[in-house]
């Protein structure tokens, strides 16, 4: 048994990104809606000792304006200058592509916003983030990965539930989020002899369960959202408990 890494972070938190009006429902299932399966990767994150928030993308369009600016200021309350910090931010929702490849988030309702929104407010975050996209076509969002010099000095990453042109599924064993959950469970305590931490080893844990779990859907995937600095090289982010038993 393996003890995982203490997290090299003195704050971590996670923001929960989903979208007022949703249309995710179901009928019957373990889980009856996204909000339900949203709230249990939540609670794995926070058993890590992590700060959990939720914050909705509006669903009118004069206030749905206002929001990569709001979020933006939110991003930077969330730092500290006396210790390092990591923001997690993860989104569940509709993802579609729009006619120049690029990844558009939705509620479902007809209310849409670029992720290249959110992409630049991550982007002027003074603290590492790790952005989990979790819709169909999450691969897409390498489309937004900005190619200017990394003048944060922070790096900025982005794990995607399925490459383009995949879609994704909640309120099941072997979607995304249920096994990013089990993933998070699985490591609280116990870590393979080899494993990191990384988004790259992450994302190779949530594969194999999903695996295990008969899931035949796109790979899950982890690329730099902007080009790390020279002084970060070889050192990316490691998500792991701040304390463990």
Known sequence: MTPPRRSPYGRVVVLGLSWEGHNHRLLHGPVQNADQELNMVLNAFHSYGYAVERMLIPQSSRSRSQFPPTLERRLVQFTSRSVSTLIVLYYQGHGHVDRHGHLSLS????????????????????????????????????????SRPNYENHIKEVMMAVPTGYKTTWGIASGFA????????????????????????????????????????????????????PSRAGRPIIMSPKSYC
């Open 178 to 229: 249920a096994c990013l959950e089990q993933a998070l469970r699985n490591k609280h305590t116990n870590w393979d002899r080899n494993f990191d931490g990384s988004p790259w080893h992450w994302a190779e844990a949530i594969n194999r369960i999903m695996r295990e779990k008969g899931h035949r859907g796109g790979q899950v995937g982890v690329r730099e959202l902007i080009r790390p600095p």
């Open 107 to 146: 509620n479902g309702n007809g209310a849409h916003m670029h992720w290249s929104e959110i992409a630049n407010a991550i982007i002027n975050v003074r603290c590492d983030v790790l952005s989990i996209v979790n819709c169909c076509n999450a691969g897409a969002a390498l489309r937004s990965v900005v």
